[in-house]
């Protein structure tokens, strides 16, 4: 009985390395404002669904070595599932704070960025004007947070949906 009270559960694993993974996303995010990267580009969000998929992957394995040794495919997206809560809520609260009050011109660096963007791909002014209706009303602190919160829980989920395919361990069957 003392034995399975010792075993790591889902939620214990997940919530884990959420918290590695919140930590892991400040100091990314903080590494890349000091030094002055681009941090709209496409290939960060690519690099943080890699970063997203390791923690996931090493979460899988703390699970399997710290219980029984098997993980359903189930059991790796609840994983996921936590992970994903934990690691968006810190770095979203962590990017609410930043973004309202600690460096107020970083939400209008995106909108002129965005702007630069579109004018690049030569849009004109009109349709600028009614794209930037929208791009306002997504890049406010506010906004920033929930969507933070949203998309990084279906984004973690999504990717413990695919590295839980090859990090599943079903219990053997029993043979009669």
């Not at 214990?12 to 959420?18: D, E, L």
């Not at 100091?27 to 943080?48: H, L």
């Not at 930043?98 to 702007?115: L, M, P, R, T, W």
């Amino acid at each position: 009985m003392e034995e399975t009270a010792n075993l790591a559960t889902v939620r214990q694993s997940g919530i884990r390395y959420g918290l590695i993974g919140g930590v892991v996303s400040i100091a990314i995010f903080v590494i890349m404002i000091v030094a002055q990267v681009d941090i709209t580009a496409w290939y960060w969000k690519w690099i943080g669904y890699l970063i997203t998929g390791v923690l996931i992957f090493l979460a899988h394995k703390y699970y399997k070595e710290n219980g029984n040794g098997f993980m359903p495919y189930g059991q790796g997206i609840g994983i996921g599932l936590w992970f994903g809560i934990i690691s968006s809520a810190i770095s979203s609260v962590f990017t609410y704070i930043y973004v309202k009050f600690i460096d107020a011109g970083f939400i209008e660096a995106i909108k002129q960025k965005s702007v630069e963007d579109m004018e690049a791909k030569g849009m004109s002014s009109e349709q600028i004007d009614q794209a930037m209706k929208f791009v306002e009303m997504f890049t406010t602190a506010e906004a920033m947070f929930l969507m933070g919160i949203i998309f990084g829980i279906i984004g973690a989920v999504i990717i413990a949906l695919i590295v839980s395919i090859f990090t599943q361990k079903k219990h053997p069957e029993p043979t009669f």
